[in-house]
């Protein structure tokens, strides 16, 4: 394997990673009955699945190609930041 190989399996992986802590987050911000935050839940879980999907064409496609287009990393950084301030916000 070469270290490109590698290092888009690294990034893989580590976006798999990111993608299993969006669920906890999400699952912990679920428990919340607000229609606000479960309209908001709705959304940003939709943008969760865009991020998976993604994450299976990455696998498709070869390592190069998909380096070259920069990875998901500002949709996840968004996403991330919104389920974070929604989970701080209900919980405190």
Request: glycine letters at 4%; aromatic letters at 6%.
């Amino acid at each position: 394997m070469s270290n490109i190989d590698q290092l888009a399996e690294q990034h893989i992986k580590q976006y798999e990673s990111q993608l299993k802590h969006i669920d906890e987050v999400i699952a912990r911000a679920h428990k919340e009955e607000d229609a606000d935050i479960k309209a908001e839940l709705k959304e940003l879980a939709e943008h969760r699945g865009e991020l998976a999907d993604y994450i299976e064409e990455l696998k498709d496609k070869a390592p190069f190609e998909w380096m070259e287009e920069g990875g998901p990393m500002v949709l996840w950084d968004v996403v991330a930041e919104r389920i974070e301030a929604l989970v701080e916000r209900i919980e405190h």
